[in-house]
């Protein structure tokens, strides 16, 4: 789950890093009056969507006066905030933060997140801040410094200060460094974040380090125990099918090919796209319907299925174990008839009552390519979604 910056920018000084006083706003006339509370300018004005390269895509805007920041609020609210994160649709801003300046000397990059090929949280550290840190990966990979956190120890003050070194920072700031990355982490792991990041961390004229940038994503299968951040969601943020599929208690991630794949289980979901890309083809989503999903689940993930225009071929891809086929078969009619399914629909059923399943498809008069088994199906659903496209 993801939150907005100011949101993150709160938990931040909650757990005593350094950010620049601001205030979020819904209306120009809102951020003239949070610019006038924060005191005497410069001001910056920043889009509240939940995408990074806000900056590039004209989402960041500084002011000297009330007035003007009220004047650049206006100008952001309300524009589609086209970023590299948020593809070609965009994001309409509805929100703004509007903090005091920070007068920024240098720039670093700081984040914490969980490896999983080294099962540790790591910590990334980079003197290039202020710049995508994809791009510094990729064309400095050496001024980017990763250190590995023992969860036993926590992230220790000498780590924290071999870090400083790294960035070449000053006894004063190497200080400051340290109690901030500590906070960081304290954040990081009572709040079961996936991500928790600093771009740009500022060392402002003065030398002390601020967070000029807030970032801060929750692990979604920790949510439960977090009931404190479920006030922070913002379901206009969301991708409308992925949060449709969290109603039905689904496993949906939207994608960019054009088959719609229905299976059940994580790990043949995994092997159908793969199976699909093997074949020529593009797989519209991952969705994972479960190992016990009712006709009324089914239903839900054709209707997600469905509501994507791309989609121009869906393949049910079923392998039935505790589930059995004759009742996902009906639950296939059901949803196909209810919902008047227009592409084509390619059906492979496997396992406990297949037989039996695949004779209520037969019958049910729908439109519908049986498979003879993963192979054909993923090969079928291929060749019927390039014909619609042709
Ligand atoms: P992002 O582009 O979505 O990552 O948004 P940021 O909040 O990081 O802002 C983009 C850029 O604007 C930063 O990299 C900074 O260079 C600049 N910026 C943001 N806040 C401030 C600030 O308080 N003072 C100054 N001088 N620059 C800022
Ligand atoms: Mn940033």
Do not use: W
């Not at 965009?90 to 997140?113: M, Q």
């Not at 008047?340 to 049910?364: C, D, F, M, Q, Y």
């Amino acid at each position: 789950m993801k939150i907005h910056e100011y949101q993150a920018a709160e938990l931040f000084k909650a757990y005593g890093v350094r950010v620049p006083e601001g205030k979020a706003a819904a209306t120009a006339q809102e951020a003239g009056e949070a610019a006038r509370s924060l005191g005497a300018g410069p001001y910056v004005i920043k889009a509240q969507v939940h995408s990074g390269g806000r900056g590039k895509a004209g989402g960041v805007k500084f002011a000297q006066t009330p007035e003007e920041a009220e004047a650049k609020a206006g100008e952001i609210l309300g524009m589609k905030l086209v970023t590299k994160q948020t593809g070609p649709e965009g994001r309409i801003v509805k929100r703004v933060l509007v903090s005091r300046a920070v007068e920024i000397a240098r720039e670093y990059y700081v984040s914490l997140t969980v490896d999983g090929a080294r099962e540790r949280v790591v910590m990334i550290a980079s003197s290039a801040g202020g710049m995508e840190i994809e791009e510094t990966a990729k064309e400095a990979p050496e001024k980017i410094y990763t250190m590995e956190i023992d969860p036993y120890l926590g992230l220790t003050g000498y780590q924290a200060r071999e870090m400083g070194k790294k960035l070449g920072l000053g006894a004063a700031e190497t200080k400051q460094f340290i109690a901030l990355s500590k906070g960081l982490y304290r954040l990081f792991v009572e709040k079961d974040c996936s991500l928790v990041e600093i771009n740009p961390l500022a060392v402002d004229g003065e030398g002390n380090l601020i967070a000029a940038d807030a970032k801060v994503n929750f692990d979604d299968n920790a949510l439960f125990r977090h009931s404190e951040n479920a006030a922070m969601r913002d379901e206009n943020e969301e991708e409308p099918r992925e949060l449709e599929a969290s109603k039905y208690d689904l496993n949906y991630i939207g994608l960019d090919g054009n088959i719609g794949c229905m299976v059940n289980g994580a790990g043949l979901a995994m092997a159908t796209m793969d199976i699909i890309q093997a074949c020529g083809g593009s797989p519209a989503n991952f969705l994972d319907v479960g190992g016990s999903a009712t006709a009324e689940k089914v239903a839900g993930a054709f209707a997600i299925l469905l509501s994507d225009a791309k989609v121009k071929c869906i393949f049910v891809n079923i392998f039935g174990g505790i589930m059995r086929c004759d009742i996902i078969a009906a639950g296939i009619v059901e949803a196909a008839r209810k919902l008047e399914v227009k592409v084509p629909l390619v059906v492979r059923l496997e396992g406990t009552n297949a037989e039996a399943g695949k004779k209520i498809l037969a019958e049910s008069g729908l439109n519908i390519t049986a498979a003879e088994d993963m192979a054909d199906g993923a090969e079928k659903a291929c060749r019927l979604a390039k014909e619609v496209r042709a």
